[in-house]
């Protein structure tokens, strides 16, 4: 399945309103629909007629009142929103976050093997360890536990995962009504797993689904989540800011899942980009700069020291960006700590310059031009070894993402660097990825395509 | 809201082929379809023209190889599923089953809030406690936990998911773009939760939805149950067999409802109906004697003893019905266990006389005949204060429920005994029940209308 590498992939972070942090102040944004399915469906059935691979939802599970003053924060649980855009949608994937942390692994392997059935085979699962303590503080902790520990937990959750996905044989049902059997029960697997963190006896109390398992998409980039990523996911999220971090970081994982044993192609990269695009550079810049016109640096302040762990509100915005603690003493999310220190270091940023410069993605690498300019950067980026596709982030959502689908996407038809139709009808098949066979199943399937 | 009691309650109880246990024998039902969306998109919107009030997905969180041998078991987790129909519905109330001993609060107080914006309003939960090993065994226990234990949690559990919902008033959102300010956070309130089962900051990451909270649905009928459902439920399921029966449980829940200092109208009494409708009492009887002519007694032993939590599978089937332990000595589902103990014994039956007594509707009533000896039953035990509506559960759902919707429901109409078109928009509102106020407004609404 996997074919030559001559086409890139798009994944659409789905920001309601964007991902610009003042998004939702724009006046043809309308922060009441957060909540409306009505506005999800219309931006997925965009991003299906223009053949996206797939849309993903990130998640968080806290949200401080004072983190919404001044942002627009709330909405719908990723796995019951994805559930309904099944229904309107037929062919595009559909990611959804869940922490394995505040979870129990027989409930999320079934939710997601659900996904998979509803939505014939679409369901992909962004597996993250979640990394604050207000999150922690909801779930019976006063603390979030520290990064090592967590990977250690979401190893074992995953491989609990997986085989509760795999304990019903792809061919287990028999549905012979005459004989009276249902299924041939030496094809339904008991799990029989006792681990440090879970025991789950099993089977999954549902059928195999049609990609066997969801696809497996994770994004943390610290030495832990690198590791984790390199040994299990088959897309990865990845925050780049330039062209030689993107280039290492992608032949560091490859080089990494070969180690583990893996096809590198098996492993697809997708650095975010957040474009502001205009039919000009210079619309496009009067467009970002309508929309950082539009931030509040308090409130940029606090949702940085809550990403970061660190408390940030008394640094003065004008003073030269302080010293941050080392990345291994952030509890929380270390690699875009470290990314972050690193950007204001080798821009000489104040703490207000930072604060601009992630208004627009959070530390995702941020970009203005025309459609051909960026179709230039995504095109340098694939063919120099630093992605196999996109993790596409508008900035300003109603606006930014026709501006991607109806401009920059035909531009890289016209180059032959992406797909004018689906080919296949899975989420695996878009990314040119395997489908698993059964852990348990006598003769398993190869692996890999030949 | 709540009108004059004139008008029944229809919930149907969806089995996407049939609550008979050899339904998917039926050469008429697909056994092969119950993971496909489609079959119960067809279901519910049938059970929506007819303008009942809700469909229910109950749940179980294990499934061993032994009951697929001969069973047709596994499906979609019932939230996954309700949010896809919630798409293709527009007026149907949304009831899903989830455990509250393998979940946390947190979760599952998002995911039934993020069904209800989903919903536009039309989402229920039944709570259930669980009661078997089976179960247990998939969420790192050894044995389920005692009936109070599980009922003390259940109690908190629902107290911080009240909290959760409650934690955003209903007017905290501002949307205001000019002045930058999302939410007033004076309306938005950390529920602060420290228990004996939980601690939980909160508040919920997701604005209030549009009926405050889901309708809370509970089916426990033991002595715990009772109690649980008497103090919280709003709609109550319940198995009863005879019309005695069923008005001494009516008459006892609404008299400890108001113990409760709660207003009896505000707990909507459901006993299930396990119909088989025929044109002709001698059609009906026919079609009886074919469903139990597909059983299979050794694995309607195997249910029994599944759900009972006594193995009876060495038991004679032709012997008189062996006298079970008491029901408080059982881990389980007591008062099923106490219903089914009466039933053979009011009946004099062998096991394989209970077995086919029991396969209809596990316990649950059934009726045979034709669709105006099914009126006049519904009437009767309506008019007879036995029920403020029903828990359809056609045995054969390819062709029992058409049979109901079709051919029951228009009687009723004329009899002026149900809705001909819906009135309100809400699960609530087809209920007659009112919209709950947040425990943290200033000045709380009144919790019933005048």
């Known amino acids: 399945m996997s074919s030559p590498r001559s086409q890139l992939h798009l994944n659409l972070f789905l920001a309601p309103l964007g991902h610009h942090e003042a998004a939702w102040r724009h006046p043809g944004s309308e922060p009441r629909r957060l909540t409306e399915f009505a506005l999800y469906q219309e931006i997925v059935r965009k991003a299906e007629a223009a053949k996206l691979d797939s849309i993903f939802l990130a998640d968080r599970v806290a949200a401080s009142p004072e983190s919404l003053r001044h942002g627009a924060v709330g909405g719908l649980e990723p796995l019951t ?18 922490s394995t942390s505040f979870n129990e692994p027989f409930n999320l392997a079934r939710r997601l093997a659900s996904l998979d059935h509803l ?38 959750f995953l491989e609990v995962a997986v085989k509760l996905w795999d304990s019903w044989e792809d061919d ?37 689904s049609p990609q066997g398992r969801p696809l497996l998409v994770q994004a943390g980039s610290s030495e832990d989540g690198r590791s984790f990523a390199s040994e299990y996911a088959e897309a990865i999220f990845t925050a ?25 192609q098996t492993v697809k990269i997708l650095p975010g980009i957040c474009p502001v ?15 950082h016109e539009l931030s509040n640096p308090q ?28 990345p291994e003493a952030v509890r929380g ?43 230039d950067q995504l095109e340098a980026w694939f063919r120099g070894g630093a992605a196999d596709g996109f993790n596409v982030m508008p900035q300003l959502t109603h606006e930014g993402l026709p501006d991607f689908l109806d401009k920059v996407v035909p531009e890289l038809q016209r180059r ?35």
Do not use: C, M
Request: no cysteine.
């Open 240 to 264: 780049q800011q330039t062209l030689a971090d993107a280039q290492a970081f992608y032949a560091d994982v490859k080089a990494r899942a070969a180690r583990f044993g893996r096809d590198p």
């Open 172 to 208: 287990a049902v028999l549905a012979d009504q005459a004989a009276g059997l249902f299924a041939d029960t030496s094809k339904v697997h008991p799990v029989r797993h006792e681990g440090t963190y879970f025991r789950v006896d099993g089977p999954l109390n549902l059928q195999r």
């Open 299 to 326: 409130h940029s302040l606090l949702q940085l020291s809550n990403r970061l762990g660190i408390d940030l509100t008394g640094y003065p915005l004008d003073a030269p960006f302080p010293e941050l603690p080392e």
């Open 81 to 98: 929103l994805l559930s309904a855009l099944s229904v309107v949608t037929s062919r595009i994937g559909l990611i959804g976050t869940v």
């Open 277 to 291: 695009i205009g039919d000009t550079e210079e619309e496009a810049r009067e467009k970002e700069a309508r929309l």
């Open 119 to 156: 939505s014939g085979g679409r369901a992909g699962w962004n597996i993250i360890t979640s990394g604050t303590d207000g999150e922690a503080r909801n779930f019976g902790l006063h603390e979030i536990p520290g990064h090592a520990v967590r990977y250690e937990r979401a190893r074992e």
């Open 416 to 450: 032959g660097l992406f797909r004018t139709e689906y080919s296949g009808s899975t989420l695996r098949e878009h990314y040119r990825l395997p489908r698993p066979a059964s852990l348990y199943a006598a003769k398993p399937a190869p692996s890999l395509p030949g």
């Open 333 to 375: 999310h270390q690699s875009r700590a470290r990314l972050i220190a690193e950007l204001a270091r080798s821009e000489g940023l104040t703490l207000r310059g930072l604060l601009e410069r992630l208004a627009g993605g959070r530390g995702h690498r941020t970009f203005t031009g025309t459609p051909v300019q960026v179709a």
